[in-house]
Structures are given as C-alpha cells and as structure tokens.
C-alpha cells in the first residue's frame, strides 16, 4: 500500500518537499562511498602523485561494477519489498 | 483512516507527514544496509572487469532474498519475545 495515502495535498507537497532534501544528502553520501571504496580498493601505491594507468582503469571499473551492484539489488529491493507489504496485508491489518 | 478510531485525538498535520516520512526513512536505510552488506559479501573487489560477473550476479540475487528473509524472521522473533514478556525486547529474565 502506498503510505502517503492518507494526507492532504498540502501535506504531500510538504513531504515531498522533505523526501527532495534528504535525496539530496543521500546523493552526497553515495558519491562519497563510492569515492571511499573505488579509492580504497584501487589504490595502494604512493610512490607517485599521479593515477597509474592501472589505478585509473580500475576505478573506471570500480565505478561501472558499483553501479550494477546498486542497480540489481535495488531491484530485487523493490521485488521483495513489494511481496513482503502484500504479505503483510494478507494477515489482516 | 478508520486505524486511529473514534475515540482517539486525530494527529496533527504535523503528526501524519513525520509517520510517513519515518515509515519511508526506515525502508530507505534497509535498502542502504543491504546494498553496503550484499556487496561486502558478493562483489570481488579487484575490479578486473567493470561488470557483475554470473556469479556475483546470482549471489546478490539469493543475498537479497536471504537479508529480507531474515528480517523477517528476526521480527517475527522479536515481537514473540517481547509478547511473552509483555512489552520490551529484554534478554531472558
């Protein structure tokens, strides 16, 4: 069941308002932890300032493959997410 | 909303928008949670390829299903406890 149901127009633009900003902060915080773990895992050598080639092609990489992963398990977020509510309706509330 | 019944004060404007946007809030941070942990335990982080291999693919897919399943079984857990108990999530007393 959708959960806004429930509230005014007023009240909706509101939330909706809220849901924008905290998208926002969300965005920052993804992009951060993708900085944080591409950087993490590709880079390890510090005996030059500049990205190695090999560095660089596996952020790239990181970044594409961090990407899939966020892209499938939201997916199978909203599957399950969707079957679990509908469940939960079933047992009567 | 025949939920709240008659007899109970009806919430404030307020009241409703900040239900909804914590029922929003604890989904999204489930969803941050399973990405973070479904990755952790799926994703090779090498990052020979920029894609989810077959393998990691199908891992995610089953990690996904497994996370919600065990949600729900903790839940079902707690709430049993804490019947017992009448109310809290105490430990054995």
């Given at each position: 069941?959708?959960?806004?149901t429930?509230?005014?127009q007023a009240?909706?633009r509101e939330l909706?308002n809220?849901?924008?900003?905290?998208?926002v902060k969300e965005?920052m915080?993804?992009?951060g932890?993708l900085?944080?773990?591409?950087f993490t895992?590709?880079v390890?050598d510090?005996?030059?300032?500049?990205?190695?080639?090999r560095e660089?092609?596996?952020?790239?990489?990181?970044v594409l493959?961090?990407?899939?992963t966020q892209t499938?398990?939201?997916e199978r977020?909203a599957?399950l997410?969707?079957?679990?509510?509908?469940?939960?309706?079933n047992?009567?509330r | 909303?025949?939920?709240?019944?008659?007899g109970?004060?009806?919430?404030?404007?307020?009241e409703?928008?900040?239900?909804?946007e914590n029922?929003l809030?604890?989904v999204?941070?489930?969803?941050?949670?399973?990405?973070?942990?479904?990755?952790l335990k799926?994703v090779?982080?090498?990052?020979r390829?920029?894609?989810?291999s077959k393998g990691?693919?199908v891992c995610?897919?089953?990690?996904?299903?497994?996370f919600?399943?065990a949600?729900?079984?903790i839940s079902?857990?707690l709430?049993?406890?804490s019947?017992?108990?009448?109310?809290g999530?105490g430990?054995?007393?």
């Amino acid at each position: 069941m959708d959960p806004t149901t429930g509230l005014t127009q007023a009240e909706s633009r509101e939330l909706e308002n809220r849901l924008n900003k905290r998208q926002v902060k969300e965005f920052m915080n993804l992009f951060g932890n993708l900085v944080d773990n591409c950087f993490t895992s590709c880079v390890d050598d510090f005996t030059s300032k500049a990205l190695s080639g090999r560095e660089t092609g596996c952020i790239s990489r990181c970044v594409l493959k961090s990407m899939a992963t966020q892209t499938r398990l939201s997916e199978r977020f909203a599957e399950l997410n969707a079957s679990m509510s509908a469940e939960l309706q079933n047992k009567g509330r | 909303m025949s939920l709240f019944g008659f007899g109970k004060a009806q919430p404030t404007s307020a009241e409703r928008i900040s239900a909804v946007e914590n029922e929003l809030k604890v989904v999204a941070e489930m969803h941050t949670r399973m990405v973070k942990i479904c990755t952790l335990k799926c994703v090779d982080k090498t990052y020979r390829e920029g894609e989810l291999s077959k393998g990691e693919a199908v891992c995610l897919d089953r990690c996904s299903a497994k996370f919600f399943e065990a949600h729900q079984k903790i839940s079902d857990h707690l709430q049993q406890q804490s019947q017992q108990q009448g109310g809290g999530f105490g430990m054995g007393a």
